[in-house]
């Protein structure tokens, strides 16, 4: 019986700890939804969950997103961060896509996202990629594990 109080207790806890995960505070600035929420994702039934190791990135990129934010010392609004092989697929992302790592995110700032690059070289921010969409006034982002390994690639995407 005693076994079974445990089991129970444990199985109780593995529940709060998902749950609480889903609105939790990653860094001072992002929460785990954020991360992960796709409205897309609920249009088709997409279950959008992170394995422990994606999980790892999706908190090492709001650690690294915290940086951006404070750069440029405006709310950041995020459109895409994590995406599963199966969201990224429905999105047509591309099949090596950093999304799918947790380690990119899509968002958008108030005001005009161009001088978004300046910022962040000024406040000497590192990062692999940064991609700018002026249609959409929408950037994205993405890092390595690494800094050392970051290629600071920059593109307009018109």
């Excluded at 990224?88 to 992302?93: A, C, D, E, L, Y």
């Excluded at 594990?145 to 970051?150: A, D, M, T, V, Y």
């Amino acid at each position: 019986m005693k076994k079974i109080m445990i089991l129970f207790i444990l199985l109780l806890c593995m529940g709060c700890s998902s749950t609480s995960r889903r609105d939790s505070k990653i860094s001072k600035y992002f929460t785990f939804k954020e991360a992960t929420d796709s409205a897309i994702a609920r249009k088709y039934g997409i279950k959008n969950t992170p394995n422990n190791s994606e999980y790892k990135n999706i908190v090492y990129t709001a650690q690294r997103m915290d940086e951006v934010r404070k750069a440029l010392r405006t709310r950041v609004y995020v459109t895409s961060w994590y995406r599963n092989k199966k969201l990224n697929k429905r999105v047509k992302g591309s099949g090596n896509s950093y999304h799918q790592k947790g380690l990119a995110v899509d968002f958008k700032i108030n005001g005009n996202a161009k001088d978004i690059k300046r910022k962040l070289d000024r406040a000497k921010v590192s990062y692999d990629q940064l991609i700018f969409y002026p249609r959409q006034n929408r950037v994205h982002i993405s890092f390595k594990k690494s800094k050392r390994q970051e290629r600071k690639q920059y593109f307009i995407i018109r």
